[in-house]
């Protein structure tokens, strides 16, 4: 049996997916909210009282969560005694951190939306038992591949994927809330109409991420960061970029994502109305 912790809405999309392949998965109900039951209800997971149970019946578990609950997710299990594959997006050493806790652990990192059609989404895995997992997702949506027998190497690759996807959007909102407040964002279109004709959209796109998405990737950005400090690299970028979707993430407030975004950016660092 599979037991996923604290289901949103990639970790219940996941559970579908094993579910859809005959896996027996459950998950705990306790203290959880309305919309966290209504997700596990859609995903048709078993419902168990609490964690406790969840361990005591589950060879692993399962935990996604926003990256800056990961460590005190995996704080909440207590005595486990099946694989705890962590597939949250933490640097590495606050994987290494978190399998410390644990007798049997798999270092797991996703790339791609919640798996609901086929090719669409890896889950990057890693330690001395991620090859035990790989068949656990054959014949689903998910596309399971080992990566090392190292903790925290799928975390790494996740780390590195992201700074570029996220960190190159939250570097787009930057230069255009920067154009804005100078006067010169027309402009500044007419030039990416010419030279980099797909960055408008582009921008839009990110906004609109930012704006419902954007909370998730303050810890993220944080988690990468970390990561390049590790490894004797610049942090600075990816603080910036957390700041950046720390601004700019609420909730929708009118049909114009880009416009409440970039005035949150500007409005935070006393740029002009």
């Known amino acids: 049996m599979v037991g996923v912790l604290h289901p949103g809405e990639m970790g219940a999309a996941i559970g579908a997916a094993l579910r859809g392949r005959g896996e027996t998965v459950l998950w705990a109900s306790a203290g959880r909210s309305d919309a966290t039951v209504d997700r596990a209800e859609r995903a048709w997971l078993e419902e168990v009282g609490d964690v406790r149970e969840l361990c005591r019946r589950c060879e692993v578990l399962l935990s996604v969560c926003p990256p800056h609950a990961a460590v005190e997710v ?47 989404t890896r889950l990057y895995l890693s330690g001395v038992e991620a090859e035990r997992l790989v068949p656990l997702f054959a014949g689903t949506t998910i596309d399971a591949r080992v990566v090392s027998d190292e903790p925290g190497a799928a975390s790494a690759l996740k780390m590195s994927y992201a700074g570029w996807t996220k960190g190159s959007a939250a570097l787009l909102l930057a230069v255009r809330a920067l154009a804005q407040a100078e006067g010169v964002e027309e402009k500044l279109l007419e030039e990416w109409q010419m030279s980099m004709p797909h960055l408008p959209a582009q921008s839009v796109a990110a906004s609109r991420s930012a704006l419902t998405k954007g909370w998730r990737w303050v810890g993220e950005m944080g988690e990468i960061a970390s990561s390049h400090a590790t490894a004797g690299l610049p942090d600075g970028f990816h603080r910036a970029a957390a700041e950046i979707y720390r601004r700019a993430s609420g909730d929708p407030g009118g049909d114009n994502a880009l416009e409440e975004v970039l005035a949150a950016i500007r409005n935070q660092c006393g740029g002009a109305t």
């Open 74 to 120: 995996a704080s909440s299990v207590g005595d486990f005694s099946g694989i705890y594959l962590d597939a949250n997006a933490v640097s590495a050493e606050t994987a290494r951190t978190i399998g410390g806790r644990f007798g049997r652990f798999v270092d797991g990192g996703i790339i791609g939306p919640p798996p609901h059609e086929p090719g669409t």
